[in-house]
């Protein structure tokens, strides 16, 4: 049975009662499955003056507290996965092992900030005399406002929770409401791994008025969001106006880029299947396919057989390899590319189109022969479509990979050395992966550069975004 739906505010579970609420779907059969409580603007207010209240006690907890805490949660999300992914198949449709290896993946990032709280260090700086001490300390700067999205539901809230608890603040999230059961899910495991009431709250509602809300709240001191670069724009300019300091996780259109030196083949099959993994609603999914023209005729092959092949339906069936879109509006957006690059001259080589069938279902789709300036090679997709396009040389794929406002992600297939090493160093972007994925583990930091984001979770950088630092010098 799907769970009953709540919002947790100072370690309370909250039915719907006289709230508003909304209908959750599962996207794959497009039925009701449940209904979730909309906050009011006094429950968020309840929520942050709890998180505060619970403030001025965690930030003086010792890290092995905070820490011990983290672990229980780790090794809880570890025994409950099988049912938390269950769920999360059922609201956001990724393929049950998908949904099942994101919680026991991520039960890897509370570990993560576990360990990592134990050595949130300062520093001595060597004062001109010899009676000064100077020194510099790292302080939790508060209670935190964060908004995670529909795509990953059970990771993108972890990270935040954990780095922001791990760091000594405490954390009011807003969890996407048409996938809620994966957040409420991380909520019991704190609660049951004996985090004080109040520390962290999970509510949902109508985005704009819950965020304009907790971002205005005097007692939130920081805000930390996922989701698109025009959500996370407005989110930034109000955290700015407020002087809040931020975190944003935002979209990207990731270059992979294939020389003809790489084994071609390989390549495509690991780009075929990477690309497909959450039917390609992934920020950092390789989404512009450029291939040097002396492998493009055999990379094309390989990749367009691996994506025909692909199993496409619900995701709870065990033969899936790849589940519906989360929600109707990736539908009509995959419908709208499509359209615009055979406007454009583009050829559908294979997909194309959704699927006749209830569900939000599209066929995974390779468009061969896309100009630059369409919008398949403009607009993050975050959907199954993959624009495959040729390039002649370095310098030239360089230009057109770095050309957008994006710079999440990248991918480079070489055997050479020195074009590794240049791709590298020259492209614009946070993460770049070279003959293999690697991106997105607990002891790497996360982010993108230029409009896709600020700050990075993650590695040791992660609690960089949830300290303050205060300089101290003494007589
Ligand atoms: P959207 O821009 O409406 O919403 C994106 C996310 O932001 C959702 O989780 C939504 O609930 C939230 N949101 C929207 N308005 C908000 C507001 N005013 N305050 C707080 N949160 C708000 O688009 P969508 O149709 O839900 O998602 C599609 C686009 O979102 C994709 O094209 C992709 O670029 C982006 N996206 C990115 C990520 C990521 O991991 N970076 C994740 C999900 C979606």
Redesign the pocket.
């Known amino acids: 049975m799907y769970p009953e739906l709540s919002l947790y505010i100072n370690g309370e579970f909250l039915a719907i009662e006289s709230r508003r609420h909304q209908d959750v779907i599962n996207p794959a059969t497009e039925e009701v499955v449940g209904h979730l409580p909309l906050a009011t603007l006094e429950d968020l207010d309840t929520a942050v003056a709890a998180a505060h209240r619970a403030f001025l006690k965690w930030r003086n907890s010792s890290p092995l507290e905070r820490s011990a805490v983290l672990r229980r949660v780790a090794e809880l999300a570890r025994q409950r996965a099988p049912e938390i992914g269950r769920n999360m198949t059922i609201d956001q449709g990724k393929p049950l092992h998908e949904a099942v290896a994101e919680v026991t993946v991520c039960a890897e990032h509370a570990e993560w900030h576990a360990e990592e709280a134990r050595r949130i260090y300062g520093r001595v700086i060597p004062s001109r005399h010899p009676d000064v001490r100077q020194l510099v300390l790292r302080q939790p700067v508060g209670v935190c406002a964060a ?1 995670t ?3 990953f539901p059970f990771n ?1 809230a972890i990270r935040k929770i954990s780095a922001a608890l791990g760091a000594g603040c405490t954390i009011v999230l ?1 969890g ?2 048409e996938t809620p059961s994966a957040v409420l899910a991380i909520a019991q495991l704190f609660q049951d791994a004996g985090l004080p009431p109040g520390c962290l709250n999970v509510v949902f509602g109508v ?2 008025e ?2 304009s809300h907790l971002i205005a709240c005097p007692l939130v001191q920081k805000i930390s ?7 996370g724009k ?2 930034a300019a109000l955290a700015g106006s407020h002087m809040k300091r931020i975190t944003m ?3 990207g259109h990731s270059p992979a880029i294939v020389f003809d030196d790489a084994d071609v083949e390989a390549a495509a099959e690991k780009l075929a299947n990477f690309k497909l993994r959450n039917a390609g609603q992934v ?1 950092v999914a390789p989404s512009r396919f450029f291939v040097q023209r002396g492998a493009y005729n055999r990379f094309l092959r390989r990749f367009t057989d691996v994506i025909s092949s692909v199993r496409v339906g619900n995701g709870l069936d065990s033969t899936t390899q790849m589940g519906p879109l989360a ?1 109707q ?1 990736r539908v009509a ?1 995959m419908d709208a590319l499509i359209a615009d690059a055979k406007a454009r001259g583009g050829n559908v080589v294979v997909g194309g189109a959704k699927y006749s069938r209830k569900g939000h279902f599209f066929a995974p789709s390779v468009v061969t022969n896309v100009p630059d300036d369409a919008m398949l090679m403009t607009c ?1 997709p ?1 959907g199954p479509v993959s624009p495959v396009v040729s390039f002649d040389d370095l310098d030239e794929v360089l230009e057109r990979a770095n050309k957008l406002s994006y710079g999440l992600s990248s991918y480079v297939f070489t055997d050479s050395a020195k074009t590794a090493h240049s791709v590298s160093t020259r492209l614009e972007a946070g993460m770049v992966n070279i003959n293999h994925f690697g991106s997105a583990l607990a002891e790497t930091p996360f982010g993108g550069i230029k409009d896709s984001g600020i700050g990075s979770e993650g590695g040791t950088e992660t609690f960089d975004g949830y300290l303050n630092t205060k300089f101290v010098t003494q007589l």
């Not at 969001?225 to 959500?231: H, L, N, P």
């Open positions: 908004f999205p529909w795509n993108q807003k996407p409401e985005p704009s819950v965020s969001f996922t989701g698109s670069t025009a959500v407005q989110l996780e935002l979209g920020c929600n509006r957006a993050e975050f």
